[in-house]
């Protein structure tokens, strides 16, 4: 016979009790002490500008320099020895792609992204990013949970937290093809903050530069319908609680109890927000599904902007492969075509849709590149200085915030390290990134750990 701490190990496909089953589900509706929903809307600090984030991850570290930090003296002094820190004797190698001023604003775009550069009047670009480490392990989990010498909640994570979600049949998190590597599940977590925050990852990276788009596994249960898992899942619960009551607080135990109670209402919503064939065909070619290079992440996207619209609070899409230590001019070229059209026909849809002026759309990856050649045709880490894009969510648009020096090394005005921009995200959804702490271990943690200003500049 089992054990109630053996049920709460199980599934619900592998319990059979549905005879005590109407029973359970009577005595938990009557029962005072139900959990609140831990993912209700909730208040922000002060009045947001944003809603909602879309992140665009970029793993590998894309290059700000051949991208979107306009280096005029590195094409001048192409081929010249640099000599400064640990480049010393490197020789400079010039963007192989021209920069022109995009839009009204005259954004400085290269030509890798000219669909992109169509919405330059969007753009917020801060050119000067910095993070600790040239390491794509450890860069990877600062860029999303702050630290990476312990385990952390992600941003998304404390995102979900302080704020809940708008619809409770979705996740509040969902992050598509999130990458093994480069603390893997770790990116999506909820470290010390409860489960019911982690991610919901859909589909796997590391199958190419955009990773895998599949459905959510096993959302679908081949043995019992609708009903009879419920009576199941009520029985379960009815033991999950009962152990709640005899142990006292463990959020291990709430955590379970609040992720099969979302788990069973994902299995009527997630399908529908998945099923692209409700998007017109021009909606569809907008982002660039069905085209050469660009379907994957095109669906990817597309998506993302599905979930947004349903009521997730956080969506992370991942692309990989974009650490250029060689092959840049193909490599490079590639990876750009593959996400130009999508993002262009995403920022696009977000706003004939309403959705881009309360949804901040963020772009970048862990770290840059180096203004030095790598095997003559590649480039190196580069932390001291890179850039990243944001557009939406009550930022400046077609606005350049931060600068590194002549040839994109470091930063040199407006530096803005991880922890100011992830102060800053939070400041855009109305959260003080002092004040959304959690108590762990005696302390009040937070996503900035004790350090971040919010990047004042860059807000509308």
């Known amino acids: 016979m089992f054990s109630r701490r053996s049920m709460l190990q199980g599934t619900a496909s592998g319990f059979g009790y549905l005879a005590f089953a109407a029973l359970a589900h009577e005595a938990a509706a009557k029962e005072p002490g139900a959990a609140k929903d831990p993912l209700a809307p909730k208040a922000s600090h002060f009045p947001a500008k944003a809603r909602r984030v879309l992140f665009l991850c970029m793993e590998g570290g894309p290059s700000h320099v051949d991208t979107f930090d306009h280096k005029p003296k590195l094409t001048v002094d192409d081929g010249k020895l640099f000599n400064r820190g640990r480049l010393s004797g490197a020789k400079l190698l010039a963007s192989q792609w021209a920069f022109k001023k995009r839009g009204n604003s005259g954004l400085w775009v290269s030509d890798l992204f000219p669909e992109v550069a169509k919405h330059a009047d969007d753009l917020c670009v801060l050119n000067g990013m910095a993070t600790d480490l040239p390491s794509h392990p450890q860069a990877f989990l ?73 459905q959510v596994s096993n959302l679908k249960n081949p043995r019992r319908g609708a009903e009879a898992q419920r009576v199941q899942l009520d029985f379960v619960q009815s033991l999950n609680r009962d152990l709640l009551a005899a142990d006292g607080a ?39 599904v069905g085209g050469e290079g660009t379907d994957r992440f095109g669906k990817q996207c597309l998506l993302a902007r599905r979930f947004l619209e349903a009521g997730v609070r956080f969506v992370e899409v991942t692309a990989g492969g974009w650490d250029q230590h060689r092959n840049l001019k193909t490599d490079l070229e590639r990876n750009c075509t593959g996400i130009d059209k999508p993002i262009a026909g995403l920022l696009a849809d977000l706003k004939r849709r309403g959705l881009l002026k309360d949804t901040l759309v963020v772009w970048g990856g862990e770290f840059g590149r180096t203004p030095t050649a790598q095997g003559g045709d590649g480039r190196d880490h580069n932390n001291k200085g890179y850039s990243i894009w944001m557009a939406g969510g009550g930022v400046k648009g077609g606005f350049t915030h931060g600068k590194t020096d002549d040839y994109g090394f470091e930063a040199v005005e407006g530096r803005t390290h991880v922890h100011d921009w992830h102060a800053t995200v939070l400041h855009l ?8 702490t959690f108590r762990h271990n005696g302390r009040d943690m937070r996503l900035t750990d004790v350090k971040g200003e919010v990047a004042t500049g860059v807000i509308a």
């Open 250 to 288: 463990n959020p291990g135990v709430e955590g379970a109890i609040e992720a099969y109670e979302l788990a069973f209402r994902m299995q009527a919503e997630v399908p529908k927000v998945m099923d692209l064939s409700q998007e017109t065909k021009a909606t569809q070619e907008m982002y660039g």
């Open 429 to 436: 959804l109305g959260l003080n990134h002092e004040k959304l």
């Open 142 to 214: 600062q860029m999303h949970c702050g630290v990476f010498q312990a385990p952390r909640p992600s941003l998304g994570a404390w995102v979900l937290y302080g704020l809940g979600t708008e619809n409770a049949n979705l996740p509040g998190f969902v992050t598509l093809s999130p990458p093994a590597n480069n603390g893997g599940p770790a990116n999506h977590g909820s470290s010390f903050l409860p489960a019911i925050y982690q991610g919901t990852k859909i589909g796997a990276g590391g199958l190419g530069r955009f990773g895998d788009t599949t």
